[in-house]
């Protein structure tokens, strides 16, 4: 997998809102909202072009029933994929346009994690252009290699949301 650091695009909001739609249909009343999250929600923050959608339900258990219906709108189920108390589907293989994140709403440290960053992103111009420059570089160096990408995001985003965090529960 070639690994793409965009500018931000005007499209995203709406690649969310599109795809949003059709995850609501799928998980129906289990469903209690549902967020664009990661880097694609954030304007002038360069990212990798996959919208993560962070749907939240009231049962995390009750999602596996809908795996099927997932994949036939073409997501690839991975279980938790590392994180305890998620479902994780991506869409489209190796081209990966989308990430779904789904949390059961009692998860707050997962939920607020990602809301957070988000939020901190959009209001610290400093943080943003740091976070997006550490991705570009790093797309540059390791075009072939999302270990080493992610390896050498960690650190960064691991302070990111210490503060993100921090700052978000002060609101």
């Not at 304007?43 to 996959?50: D, M, R, S, T, Y």
């Not at 709108?73 to 589907?89: K, P, S, W």
């Amino acid at each position: 997998m070639k690994i793409e650091v965009a500018d931000y695009k005007e499209k995203w909001p709406q690649l969310f809102k599109d795809e949003s739609e059709k995850i609501k249909d799928i998980f129906g009343k289990e469903l209690t909202t549902i967020h664009h999250v990661g880097s694609t929600p954030v304007h002038n923050l360069k990212a990798k072009p996959i919208i993560d959608i962070m749907p939240i339900v009231k049962h995390i258990e009750n999602v596996d029933s809908l795996i099927i219906n997932m994949t036939k709108i073409g997501y690839e189920a991975l279980g938790e994929n590392g994180i305890e108390g998620r479902r994780f589907f991506r869409k489209d293989g190796d081209i990966r346009t989308h990430h779904i994140h789904v949390f059961q709403g009692d998860n707050r440290n997962e939920i607020d994690r990602h809301l957070a960053v988000r939020a901190y992103l959009r209001t610290h111009h400093e943080a943003r252009e740091k976070y997006g420059n550490l991705k570009e570089e790093l797309a540059i160096k390791f075009p072939d290699d999302i270990d080493s990408y992610a390896n050498g995001k960690d650190k960064f985003v691991k302070e990111l949301e210490k503060k993100a965090l921090i700052w978000y529960r002060e609101q």
